[in-house]
């Protein structure tokens, strides 16, 4: 069998690990097969050292100083914007929001332009499958409005059920929510299906595109959503940083959440007045040598291709699916029709955490738990799964030794 069928040629995997330092490492004794992708990924030698060289030769805070240190620092940190409004061909670099992640963009999202807008009886709509980054922020200020949130139902194969989606988009919907892409079941929502009926009805529409961003090209204009928000360290770039995209007239008419250094005009204790967008969210000391990090990670992204990254990402999950498939009393929860490389399971007669710890000691990394998705868990009658996430630098050969391990590992819990 040729275990690489689906991946192209030119796609030189062996290639592309040699720029990933840590795949190099063993874990107890045993070669790292690291399939926790979904939790972070790891990173590249090139967005390591652009954060080392920015230490190294360009420290100095950003936006102040008329050094010309602190003209590299800001340099690097409005190149990052640049760059990621790149990614997500966003119109304007001015509709970028600077982040710590993609909880922090939800939760400016839910206390600047949400809690506003919220009045008793007014709802918000999220759906079943969502990260909790995705539920609770909504769940706060909903509490403090009066308002309720809602959510849409998901069927067994871990699906939205779209029509029931858009029959919950009712008049009081002030916000509707939907992840790009499920970071338990990589089911891949039809966002610019929803966002086309939200536009219809005057609801705008927020997608958290945490687990979307790894594995595909986004253009927001093209899906037509209201905001969109991303973290970096799942997209080889260091933690801390991340984005929110949104539509200019939502910024412009959104107060400040954070307030602070940076995000001001005028501080007058008669009245202060606000930089403009995107600076008036982001208030103090950003990660500046982690956006230098995002940055170069956006151009591995750009040098690698998106074609030639997810003809073998889909090869991969293929062969983990068949080969999961394959063991007796193993279920895979999560079976869209589109649905990027995560696969959740669980086995008969095994605990997931049991599982994952005697899987850590034959050097093979996944998640087991809810994965931050409590209402999910409660739609399967389940408290956890074990979660393998892969990532364009995985091989099949790794697939099959996580396999091996996993039937080894059953056996001693027999
Ligand atoms: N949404 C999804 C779908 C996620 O997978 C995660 C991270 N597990 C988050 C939100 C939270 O993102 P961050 O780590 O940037 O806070």
Known sequence: MNAQAGTPATFDVQRIRADFPL???TVHGKPLVYFDNANTSQKPYQVIEAVDRHYREHNANVSRAV????????????GARDALARFIHAPSRDELVLTSGTTQAANLVAYSFALPRLRPGDAILTTVLEHHANIVPWQLVAGRAGATVKAAPIDERGELIVEQYLAMLTPEVKLACVGHVSNVLGTVNPVREIAKECRKRGIPLFVDGSQAVPHRA????????????????????PTGTGALWAKKEHLDAMPPFFGGGDMIREVRFDGTTF?????????????IAGFAGVAAAIDYYDALGFEALRAHEKSLLEHATARLRDIPG?????EAADKEPVISFLIEGAQATDL???LDLEGVAVRSGHHCAHPL?????????????LAFYNTHAEVDAFVAALLKVRKLLR
Do not use: W
């Open 330 to 334: 193993l279920r895979i929860f999560g």
């Open 67 to 78: 050094h010309l240190l602190g003209e590299e620092a800001t340099a690097a940190y409005e």
């Open 356 to 358: 994952a710890t005697l």
């Open 377 to 389: 868990m409660q739609f399967f009658g389940i408290p956890a799964t074990l979660r393998a996430s």
């Open 23 to 25: 795949l190099a490492r």
């Open 218 to 237: 986004v253009d927001v204009q093209a899906l037509g959503c209201d905001f969109y928000a991303l973290t970096g360290h799942k997209m080889l770039a």
């Open 275 to 287: 930089a403009d967008v995107p600076h008036k969210f982001e208030a103090g000391t950003p990660n």
